[in-house]
């Protein structure tokens, strides 16, 4: 068994796996991968299951140590991958041999990297996921010198020469979305305000939920509880838009105005504050 | 059914039924009976399926028959319900410690309602609560029926901390919050039983149960916070 330990942990390191679906009835929030594509790439390329426990790292700067040899490849955000010394990229193999160090610089695009691993990362499965959830798991992040142990396959993965080129993503992001149901209690301007208005992330956002600056006025009368889910737009009596991520409580007291798709929270999570999108509305 | 009831989804994997928008038992018994039925017949192609005041959710999986599905709904949802598959209802007993010296913070609840402890223990001991469904916090359970002579508007400014077993009122309601949290409730009470402990969740009951505050000694209280494994005190129900 090796040991994984985090010289420099970063800002928010988690496991992450497919989460916890069947306690949603006794309020217990999904977890998950915030970019779930990226995470189920991370584990296509490490030909684990699609929803095996990965390393979810935010932000990057982060230094890591391996005991013994291994196989990893990190997916999500772009950044410089470096094993003692020799860079790598995301989407490919590394070898990563005993005693090496791992460094993932700040990343220069996106915000949530994944990180698989041939073999797998040991950590306690409450409730049928190792996905960190603070009060519910013994760890809710990982901080500095803590030490995560691994198992390391014995069949390698053979390097390959097919690669997957990073993601670049392009000038003006549409993220994809559903109507909710109170779209349509919403007023025509209201609408259509939401469609074509350009939304800016705030610096309020974590794996709970992400705040957008520009508001939406409304009168719309206030409701009872009802349940919410990673993606749902929830708009708020002051007219501000809070988007629901991995992490979200199980039902909610706001409006819901549209649903992110699934591809949608995979895209809208990998945008840093300040960004700017628009919503785009997709027909079922 | 006794209620008009619409299908609502959003994309293909997030179906839900909208029950009009009010909280009553009897749109509560019909939403249990039905993700009942649903549960039975649908497994498979079930990933989560769970349930607020008045709106039922199914999350399908992914490759699941999402157009049969809803055609199977509609149909469904305009017969009558058959009453047996509605599950077995029980009455649970949840101790509450109420003595100022395990609750000390219970004094800012009495002095805000001019209230003394016996009237605040006999009210809130005094009838069971119905459970409606667990959401806001890991556990958290929306109970109704707290008597009015209990009701008190929530703290304009919430406390940083409640902590984990705290039995608190807050407007019309009471519950017990699972996990330290930041909360606007009064905490009346405690709970000597952990909620979450060793990895495991602790919450035997189900939204159509009711659940019975029984008030217990501090001498009680710290046996039961000692003790292994709580063995839930329960009566059936048939409400």
Redesign the interface.
Known sequence: MGKLIFIKAGLFTTIQDSGRLDFVGKGIPLSGPMDEEAFHLANLLARKDPGAACLEIYMGNINLYFTENCQIVCTGANVKIEVDSKVYATNEIINVSAYSKLNLSSFSQGQWLYMAINGSFISEKVLGSQSFYPKITPLSKFSDNEILFYFSSPSLIPSDFAKIKPKVLPQMIFVPAYRGPSFASLSEEQQIALINTSFTLSTIQNRMGIHLIEKLKHELPELISSPVYPGTVQLTHAGKIIILMKDAQVTGGYHRILQLSVSGISRLSQLKPHSKFKFKLLEH | MKYQVQI???????I?L?WP?I?AEDILLEIITLKNIIENKWCLNI?????????L?I?LKEGAPTAAFIAWLQAVVQRPLPRRNLPQRWIWTIPVCYDPEVVPTQSKYLEEKKMDLETLVKYHTSQSFLLY????????M?LGGLPKQLHIARKKIPDRKII?GSVAIGGSQTGIYP??SPGGWYVVGKTPVAI?EN???N?PFN?GDKIQFAAISSQRYTEIQEGSIHDWEKKSYHG
Not at chain 2, 8 to 14: D, E, M, N
Not at chain 2, 47 to 55: E, F, G, K, L, T
Not at chain 2, 133 to 140: A, C, E, H, I, S
């Open positions: 609502f989804s959003q994309g293909p994997k997030i839900e909208h928008e909280i990933s989560s399926i769970y349930h607020s005041y008045q709106i959710s999350q469904f667990y959401g806001f916090l890991p556990g958290f929306y984990q996990v330290d979450f990895g495991k969740i919450l939204p």
